[in-house]
């Protein structure tokens, strides 16, 4: 099982964009559903989850911005990023995690805000 992300792109400051992360065929027992984001020279962090009963979490930075949301059916989580900022630049990864620990990433999508 792969996961894809896609939806990157380039946009001016302001600007909008929704990343999508599908697999490719079942996870079962998935309790963590996350993207992460690499800029150039800085370590990955983690920008925002949802667990399996619906819980969110967003870093700082993006609160109020950012939504993290999920498509059970379509096996697909989203997130939508709204007022990017240039900061918001990086490489971002989606990443999910089982209950038996097994973890899964997707290949990254590139996000540059800029005028």
């Known amino acids: 099982v792969q996961l894809q992300a896609s939806g990157g792109g380039l946009v001016q400051p302001g600007g909008s964009l929704r990343l999508s992360c599908a697999a490719s065929?079942?996870?079962?027992?998935?309790?963590?559903m996350g993207w992460y984001r690499q800029a150039p020279g800085k370590q990955r962090e983690v920008v925002a989850y949802?667990?399996?009963?619906?819980?969110?979490n967003y870093v700082d930075s993006v609160k109020g911005r950012f939504t993290i949301s999920r498509d059970s059916a379509k096996n697909t989580v989203y997130l939508q990023m709204n007022s990017l900022k240039p900061e918001d630049t990086a490489v971002y990864y989606c990443?999910?995690?089982?209950?038996?620990?097994?973890?899964?990433w997707g290949q990254g999508t590139q996000v540059t805000v800029s005028s």
């Open positions: 949802i667990t399996s009963y619906g819980s969110t």
């Open positions: 065929g079942s996870i079962s027992n998935i309790n963590f």
């Open positions: 990443n999910w995690k089982t209950v038996t620990g097994l973890g899964y």
